[in-house]
């Protein structure tokens, strides 16, 4: 019990500071020399700069372009120019971390040059692409924004990376959405232009029948009946004939006639909301607009961001003293008087502090 009491005052901000003082000089000793090592090491021969550049994008709130202006729904909650929310925040971090985007930066600055990879070395994209995700990242804002960040040794690279990848991004979506959208054009085109003739169809052969003297079935045959049974009345033999052959072409085609008419006005309809379909479509094909709104362009960093030379340094010193301070307790506890006198020499915090003469005396 009086052992663990002994061991637990050594161990105290007292003892500690003892011990720090006892071994003041190699203490700083080795504060110094790992401070130099850190400044050394941590100088361009050894880490080469880097230098950020940043930029940030708001997604928009939709992507079909007809949706928002060609709509006749005008209950959509789509605005061309609001901002998107969580989800189309998200879209676009995928989009941007995808490998569309990624080997278009990598091959339009060769990226595997730059990065100093050899083109026959092994495992040479698993390298290229890790340096790519170490050096280029994309990640949320508070403010559910998309922040680009470009590390690069070369300042003017690191920006022109940075607005590239926030353009590619507006040429990733519209290439993806064209290709939808192209095949789904071409369905509502060959099904609008079907329809369209069919509709021709139709109108030719109901022209046909008009060009026979049918021009409102119902009409005519109330009419020519009426007027049968007047000619009937004065016993007009001319007039009867006349009136019974208008009447047997009236019924030979107007059954024809009816069925066309009706099927024409259905049609037509049909052909309206497909026409409507085939412009929204051609648009969506056709049109681009921008999926993105660009809050901060990246521009040409002034100074390095990386390496943090004086927090390196910092890290160094305090991470080698505490090691250093731990090792002389280990001394102090663990060895002999006579191989603490062999490693360090000299009085202790409290014995220098007893030896000095009080100010009374």
Same mark, same amino acid.
């Given at each position: ?11 105290? /901000? ?5 011990? =720090? ?19 050394? !090491? ?17 997604? %928009?709130?939709? #992507? ?6 060609? +709509?006749?729904? !005008? ?23 995808? #490998? ?7 091959? *339009? ?7 100093? &990879? ?6 040479? $994209? ?10 280029? *990242?994309?990640?949320? %804002?508070? @403010?559910? =924004? ?45 099904? @609008?232009?079907?329809? *369209? ?7 030719? /052969?109901?022209?046909? &029948? ?14 020519? #009946? ?14 009867? #004939? ?10 030979? @085609? ?20 497909? *026409?409507?379909? !085939? ?5 969506? =094909? ?6 993105? $709104?660009?809050? %901060?362009? =990246? @521009? ?19 991470? +080698? ?13 663990? +060895? ?7 490693? $360090? /020499? ?16």
């Amino acid at each position: 019990m009086q052992k663990q009491s002994q061991d637990e005052t050594d161990l105290s /901000s007292i003892g500690l500071l003892s011990i =720090a003082f006892r071994y003041r000089k190699p203490f700083l000793i080795i504060g110094l020399a790992a401070a130099v090592l850190a400044m050394i !090491f941590s100088g361009p021969f050894f880490i080469t700069p880097l230098f950020k550049s940043t930029a940030i994008l708001y997604p %928009t709130s939709s #992507n079909s372009i007809s949706k928002v202006l060609l +709509s006749t729904n !005008f209950n959509t909650n789509k605005d061309l120019l609001e901002i998107g929310e969580d989800e189309q925040t998200e879209r676009m971090l995928q989009i941007l971390n995808s #490998n569309k985007i990624r080997d278009r930066i990598i091959q *339009k600055y060769d990226l595997m040059k730059h990065y100093e &990879i050899r083109p026959g070395s092994e495992y040479r $994209f698993t390298r290229l692409y890790d340096t790519y995700e170490s050096n280029i *990242k994309f990640r949320r %804002t508070e @403010y559910m =924004a998309v922040k680009i960040t470009v590390l690069d040794k070369d300042p003017r690279l690191a920006s022109l990376i940075a607005n590239d990848i926030a353009e590619l991004f507006d040429s990733t979506m519209n290439m993806m959405q064209k290709e939808v959208a192209s095949k789904a054009f071409v369905i509502v085109e060959n099904e @609008y232009l079907k329809l *369209k003739s069919e509709v021709k169809s139709i109108e030719d /052969s109901l022209n046909a &029948i008009r060009r026979l003297g049918i021009h409102d079935y119902e009409s005519q045959a109330e009419m020519l #009946n009426q007027q049968l049974a007047i000619e009937l009345a004065k016993n007009n033999k001319a007039g009867i #004939n006349a009136l019974e052959e208008r009447l047997k072409v009236l019924a030979q @085609y107007g059954g024809a006639y009816v069925s066309l008419r009706d099927m024409l006005e259905h049609e037509r309809k049909q052909l309206s909301q497909i *026409k409507a379909k !085939f412009e929204e479509a051609k648009v969506d =094909a056709t049109q681009v607009l921008p999926h993105k $709104f660009v809050v %901060t362009n =990246a @521009y040409e960093a002034e100074k390095k961001a990386f390496p943090i030379r004086w927090l390196i340094t910092l890290i160094a010193v305090i991470s +080698s003293m505490g090691m250093a301070l731990i090792i002389f307790v280990a001394i102090e506890k663990f +060895s002999s008087e006579e191989v603490k006198k062999k490693l $360090f /020499s000299g009085p202790t915090f409290h014995e220098e502090v007893t030896s000095k003469p009080s100010r009374k005396q």
